[in-house]
Structure formats: C-alpha cells, structure tokens
C-alpha cells in the first residue's frame, strides 16, 4: 500500500511539473509573438518614414532645387501633401517645397521680381512644380471614367509624360499679402469644369460667369509669367510650362 501511494505521488508530481514547463514555454512562446510584432510595427514605421523622406531626398539627389531656398518672397502650398486636391490623398508624403529644374527656379525668381515691381504686397503662390511619373500616372488612374481624349485636358498621359514630370512645370496663382488672400480667378486650383480654361474666358465673360476683375487676375499671372518665358496651359489658368515637351525631353531628365 505504501509503495503504491509513493509512486502515485511520484506520478502526480511528475505531472505537475511537465505542466508547469508547457505552460513557461507557452508563455515565453506569447511574449516573443508580442515582442515580434511590436518589432514588426516599429519597422513598419520606419519603412513609412524612410519612403517619404526619399522622395525628397530623390528630387535632390536628381539635381533639382527647391523654389524657396531660391526666392523665399514665394509662397508654397503643395497641395499634393495634402488631401486639398482632386484625389483627397497625400501623395508627396511631407516634401517641404516646390522644386524645379536650378535654371528654371531662378526664371520663376526673376517673375517674382517683375510681379513686385508692379505690386509689392503681390506674390506668387505655387501649388505643384516638379510632379514624379508614378503620382502621374496615379492621377491619371482616378480619372478612369473620363474618355482618354478628355481626360488628357486634365492629366497628361503618363505614357507622354507630362513637362511635370520633368520638373519643367509649375502650377501657381498670385497672392495678396495686404488683403491676406488670394486674387479671385474665378475657379480654383484643379477646377476640371470649362470655366478655368483661358482659352473659353471670352464665352464666361459674356455669359456674366466670369467677372471682368478675375479675367484681369488671371491676364496678370500670365502677363508677368510671359516675360520669363512662361506658357500657360490652354485648359488650366494655373499652369505654366517653361518649354516644350520636346524641349523639356531633350535637356532634362524623367522624375520617376
């Protein structure tokens, strides 16, 4: 009888203990899963950083130059770092300026200069310079159910390239700084509707939609952009080339 009990107690112990081991090991088994995925967001985040601050560090890298360590009388507002834009989503991360071809930013320097001869409480205000292929081609993507031949009123082919992608664009208006606001041009920024189109401004005009005040804005923007060589897009008031699309192929480099 008392071996028996001896040996059901050896039995019982022994049990207990490979139990309390299981138990350790399975522990120890949550901590490290737990511990791999803190390690793992950690890393994520990181890799979120590292990927917005390389866009940057790529415009740079490729040679251009940022509008404001140029000119700093220039205001910047990218919108493509906001979700203020037509596709409602950051997609330049925090890229801090507005950058463009070096001899490019100095022409835009110099029509800052023209603009504050003939009002020094007026400067220009840039929404969107040098724009990477792959945010172009994103953008074209989202307007998807525009016929191609309409959408490329708005969004140049990515297939082309657009004389953004070249850094050899820029988007902008004119802001007054004594009345703290920007001049009426009678449609905002990215306004797809016919009313931002220069070459329609005589019809809306007529119509009474577009105030003789905004045409004379928007006649401003391009009389003081012209006189650097400046050309503003048929179907957007706020977009000026610099050159050609031939041009811009020929002497700089695709932004990827």
């Known amino acids: 009888m008392a071996v028996r009990l001896y040996f059901t107690f050896l039995i019982l112990f022994f049990s207990l203990l490979l139990f309390s081991c299981a138990n350790e090991e399975q522990t120890r088994s949550d901590f490290l899963i737990e511990e791999n995925f803190e390690e793992e967001?950690?890393?994520?985040?990181?890799?979120?950083?590292?990927?917005?601050?390389?866009?940057?560090?790529?415009?740079?890298?490729?040679?251009?130059?940022?509008?404001?360590?140029?000119?700093n009388r220039i205001m910047i507002d990218l919108k493509y770092t906001t979700t203020d834009n037509f596709m409602g989503i950051n997609l330049y991360g925090n890229v801090s300026d507005a950058y463009l071809q070096p001899e490019i930013a100095k022409r835009l320097s110099n029509v800052q200069s023209h603009l504050s001869k003939i009002d020094s409480n007026l400067v220009l205000y840039v929404f969107d310079a040098v724009r990477p292929l792959s945010v172009q081609q994103k953008m074209w993507d989202a307007l998807d159910s525009i016929p191609v031949n309409e959408r490329v009123k708005f969004v140049s082919n990515p297939k082309n390239g657009s004389i953004h992608n070249y850094a050899a664009a820029v988007d902008l208006s004119i802001y007054n700084l004594l009345k703290d606001t920007l001049l009426d041009m009678g449609a905002g920024f990215d306004d797809l509707r016919k009313i931002a189109y220069p070459k329609f401004e005589s019809h809306f005009l007529e119509k009474g939609e577009l105030t003789l005040e905004q045409l004379n804005n928007r006649k401003l923007l391009r009389k003081v952009m012209r006189k650097e060589g400046f050309h503003v897009l048929e179907t957007e008031w706020w977009h000026f080339n610099a050159c050609s699309r031939e041009s811009a192929k020929k002497f700089y480099e695709l932004i990827h």
Do not use: M, Y
């Not at 790529?58 to 404001?68: D, M, P, V, W």
């Open 41 to 71: 967001e950690e890393l994520t985040s990181i890799i979120e950083v590292i990927e917005i601050d390389t866009l940057e560090e790529r415009l740079i890298a490729a040679g251009l130059i940022g509008i404001q360590s140029i000119d």
